[in-house]
């Protein structure tokens, strides 16, 4: 378990500071929810072509790899079914910390193909997987003070297998992971609200979501983290791998739409402004997040 210091937090932390490529940014998620990869379905021929793309962007942008061509394979059953998934993974060394990490993640499989229908996952998760790029691009100009691993997994909607086998069989000990930063289905809101979830488990990350205004454009909040299965949002993605093991995390997502798992989950149907903010806010977090002591 790692525990965090809070210290001397600013009261405003203002997203107009974070920038990126916009168009690039919506560009991915374009892209990534397009037929062409076919639902991006653990191990099928676009989920393989989706692996492609993210080792592509990151080898682009000059991201080294956290294991050999980023590329860390596994296999599961699921359903009676085996699976082969790739975990795609980079790193960052940071400026002043590099021993301690802070994993940024998405996972970029979907729902495949079901009785002749594509289903994209444009916001689950497309969306997720593209702001990953777009840290990446902010951390050319504003270097991470800790190290930082970007994980996009496979094996999500199966049972959260990519992240379960990371955990596992981690490429650094986990006791030198400090915090999840994990981002699953940040386009669209139609209440206009992103949230925040895993502040009820740790009062530092708590008072850091909390203790600043971060946008005046969407609204920012806590919850999702107890009360029923479907309220409770502590084992709905990624993240949760983490939380069993004792990691915390910030999960950052949106309610169900009409669209979750639905075919129906198409680029044309995410809300860009939304998106774009939703990504800024994120980074300017983990940028409170990059301030603190962790011991």
């Known amino acids: 378990m790692c525990f965090l210091s809070f210290q001397n937090q600013a009261q405003k932390a203002n997203p ?37 793309y993210i080792v592509d962007q990151f080898s682009t ?21 085996h699976y082969d998934g790739k975990n795609v ?41 593209s702001a990953l790029f777009a840290f990446v691009e902010y951390f050319k100009t504003h270097p991470p003070k800790h190290s930082v691993i970007l994980a996009a ?23 030198q992971i400090i915090v999840n930063f994990n981002m699953d289905m940040i386009s669209r809101s139609d209440k206009n609200e992103l949230f925040a979830v895993g502040t009820i488990h740790n009062e530092t990350l708590k008072k850091v979501v909390t203790s600043h205004e971060y946008s005046n454009k ?12 479907d309220e409770n949002w502590t084992y709905a993605s990624d993240h949760a791998s983490f939380h069993k093991k004792g990691i915390p995390f910030l999960y950052f997502g949106v309610e169900d739409h ?18 774009v903010e939703a ?11 990059d301030t603190l002591n962790f011991n």
């Open 218 to 229: 969407i609204s920012f909040l806590t919850g999702h983290d107890e009360g029923s299965r």
């Open 279 to 289: 990504v800024k806010v994120i980074i300017c977090v983990f940028e409170e997040i």
């Open 16 to 52: 107009k500071n974070i920038q990126f490529n916009e168009t690039e940014l919506l560009q991915h998620i374009k892209t990534l929810s397009s037929d062409a990869f076919e639902g991006r379905r653990t191990g099928t021929r676009g989920g393989l072509k989706a692996v492609k």
């Open 258 to 275: 009409k669209d979750y798992h639905e075919p129906t989950d198409d680029y044309e149907n995410i809300q860009p402004k939304f998106y």
């Open 89 to 129: 993974l980079g790193v960052i060394k940071g400026t002043l910390h590099p021993e301690k990490y802070i994993v940024i993640s998405a996972h970029f499989d979907h729902e495949g193909i079901k009785d002749g229908q594509i289903y994209n996952g444009a916001d689950d998760d497309a969306s997720g997987v």
């Open 61 to 81: 942008l000059q991201i080294s790899p956290l294991i050999a061509n980023y590329e860390q394979s596994f296999s599961f059953s699921s359903e009676g079914k």
């Open 153 to 175: 997994f496979d094996g999500e909607e199966l049972g959260l297998e990519g992240s379960k086998y990371y955990v596992n069989h981690s490429i650094v000990p986990l006791k």
